[in-house]
């Protein structure tokens, strides 16, 4: 079955610094792989996704995430953070054809001004 | 138009107590999923209904029963509520195209359970 690692559970940054929340999963078989975003008291809203096709993905609130299989790895990136990007973030995969969805641990970004 | 909507957002309760929360999704997807998000923010799959049939039940007590009236609704209900059970309850669903699950899940804001 397939699993997910986050490698940091908390990262702080200050404000316009770039950013990076490390992903890595394991799986022997192909994989989506996701980033979700949760604000205090919400729920989870995707990020982005990588189902196939081209191994950087775009996503909202200018974020991008890398599709890295040797490595195994779907590590998100964003240029420049803003305030409004605190929250928690979490990293998913779902193995092809499977039912279900597994969740990394979450990492905790928190901007700085 | 809330896609996925989960009430009541807010649940206090007793040790013991019977209680439910209703899930209704109005995105025409056929699949629903019930999560655990314990305090430390971990989130762990409960249960799956597609298009009302049982297809992921993870080890969870027998106190949880989920109950999928139509494929727009998944309601958990939860007997003799225990301290442990105190979280966040999500529900969430998901499309699928060419009867392939795609994974992308759409979820609701939670319901926060508090058990005294």
């Known amino acids: 079955a397939q699993s997910v690692t986050q490698l940091d559970s908390q990262v702080p940054v200050f404000e316009e610094a770039p950013v990076e929340l490390r992903c890595n999963y394991s799986?022997?078989?192909?994989?989506?792989l996701f980033w979700y975003v949760q604000y205090p008291n919400q729920g989870l809203q995707l990020l982005l996704k990588y189902l196939s096709g081209s191994t950087l993905v775009k996503g909202i609130n200018g974020f991008e995430a890398e599709f890295n299989k040797s490595q195994t790895s779907f590590h998100l990136r964003k240029p420049s953070v803003h305030i409004s990007d605190t929250a928690e973030y979490f990293c998913?995969?779902?193995?092809?054809?499977?039912?279900?969805?597994?969740f990394g641990a979450g990492t905790r970004l928190t901007v700085k001004p | 138009d809330t896609a996925v909507s989960q009430t009541p957002k807010y649940l206090v309760t007793q040790m013991g107590n019977d209680k439910s929360i209703k899930c209704e999704q109005n995105?025409?997807?056929?699949?629903m999923y019930w999560y655990k998000q314990d305090s430390k923010k971990f989130l762990k799959i409960m249960f799956s209904?597609?298009?009302?049939?049982?297809?992921i039940n993870e080890t969870v007590p027998n106190r949880f029963s989920p109950k999928s009236p139509d494929k727009a609704h998944l309601n958990l209900h939860i007997n003799s509520l225990e301290l442990g059970d105190s979280a966040v309850y999500f529900c969430?669903?998901?499309?699928?195209?060419?009867?392939?699950?795609?994974?992308?899940?759409?979820f609701g804001e939670g319901s926060r359970l508090t058990v005294l």
């Open positions: 998913a995969v779902s193995e092809r054809r499977q039912k279900d969805m597994r």
């Open positions: 799986s022997s078989v192909s994989v989506y």
């Open positions: 969430a669903s998901s499309e699928r195209q060419a009867g392939v699950p795609t994974g992308e899940l759409f």
């Open positions: 995105l025409g997807h056929d699949t």
């Open positions: 209904y597609n298009n009302k049939e049982l297809i």
